[in-house]
């Protein structure tokens, strides 16, 4: 996740220009492809994510070294870097006015999980929603659930720690799985009348994801799945679940086509439609950087900014 300003274009390049504001993204939109002129799809055939490529896609060489060894790029987007250089159909161009420290974390995860809910999911007026996770995609998804005008978000963590500061991102009542001997899918359909209309996980683990999935209503309800499961698992639910008439979907960056899409999420954010700095908890200098993973790997804050100075 980052924001940055244009320095300079390669050959061809006219979508954007040196001095424009941009959100680099780990994934891309060439425009061309038949997922990009697909209205119903995000997936780039060129430019989806891809963590094995680290190298340039033109020439297949990397444009970072250190003592003549190259170094290769992360996901496309080589962030950790004042300088970068990036593919044009992975730059999506915002508004100038648009501060960059804060609208850089709608770069990835806090869009995954708001498109989850306002694109995937669609939760109607007044519904029922759950959220699995209560990690940054998570709290995006009920801030998303929250402005689609949701009238009961349930968030289902095992950290309790996070459920106060939940409240803030639209979170109405809590679940923690380690507090009943029942499945939470029970728990959930007890609570609301045979099952909420819509849920969201978002944190790759397969039993939550199978519980997403059992704990919607019969009839209408429709799951979102948005974590990454270990390669491994495996998906398993009986069959009668889906011919009750529920629906289980699957969304990647939240639906969103990058440079289509992340421009009006930012204007969101400017209408004061989304709040972005309830996200934003801690903020290191970029000498700093060990203290944010640290931070990070204790699950401690949400989202961490590194500003680029020495």
């Known amino acids: 996740e980052a924001g940055g300003i244009v320095e300079s274009v390669g050959e061809g390049v006219t979508d ?12 891309g939109e060439c425009k061309e ?17 891809n963590t094995d490529r680290g190298v340039m896609i033109s020439d297949g060489k990397s444009r970072f070294s250190i003592d003549g060894k190259p170094i290769f790029h992360f996901v ?3 962030t950790f870097s004042e300088y970068t250089v990036m593919h044009v159909g992975c730059v999506a161009k915002i508004n100038p006015e648009a501060p960059l420290d804060k609208v850089c974390v709608l770069s990835c995860g806090i869009s995954t999980g708001l498109g989850a809910s306002i694109n995937v999911a669609k939760p109607p007026k007044g519904s029922t929603v759950a959220i699995f996770g209560l990690g940054a995609v998570g709290l995006a998804a009920a801030e998303g659930a929250r402005i689609a ?23 109405t009542e809590f679940v923690n799985p380690k507090d009943h001997t029942k499945p939470v899918q ?20 397969i039993n939550a994801m199978i519980q997403a999935f059992e704990c919607v209503h ?4 429709v799951a979102v799945l948005v974590g990454v499961p270990h390669k491994d698992a495996e998906f398993k639910t009986h069959p ?7 629906t289980l979907k699957g969304t990647f960056f939240g639906n969103f086509k990058p440079r289509t899409d992340l421009p009006n999420v930012v204007e969101m954010y400017m209408k004061k439609e989304l709040e972005v700095e309830k996200f934003i908890t801690h903020s290191v200098t970029f000498s700093e950087i060990n203290k944010a993973f640290d931070l990070m790997a204790k699950g401690e804050g949400i989202r961490c900014i590194i500003r680029m100075e020495h």
């Open 16 to 27: 954007v220009a040196p001095g424009d504001h941009v959100l680099p993204v780990f994934t």
């Open 33 to 49: 492809c038949r997922h990009c002129k697909s209205a119903e799809s995000n997936m780039c055939d060129l430019l989806r994510i």
């Open 76 to 78: 496309g987007t080589s």
């Open 149 to 171: 005008g949701a009238s009961r978000i349930i968030g289902i963590d095992l950290n309790a720690n996070r459920f106060e500061e939940a409240r803030k991102f639209g979170c």
């Open 186 to 205: 029970e728990v959930l359909a007890e609570m609301t009348d045979g099952g909420v209309d819509r849920s969201v996980e978002c944190t790759g683990n």
């Open 218 to 221: 019969d009839g209408w309800g």
């Open 240 to 246: 009668m679940n889906f011919l009750n008439e529920r």
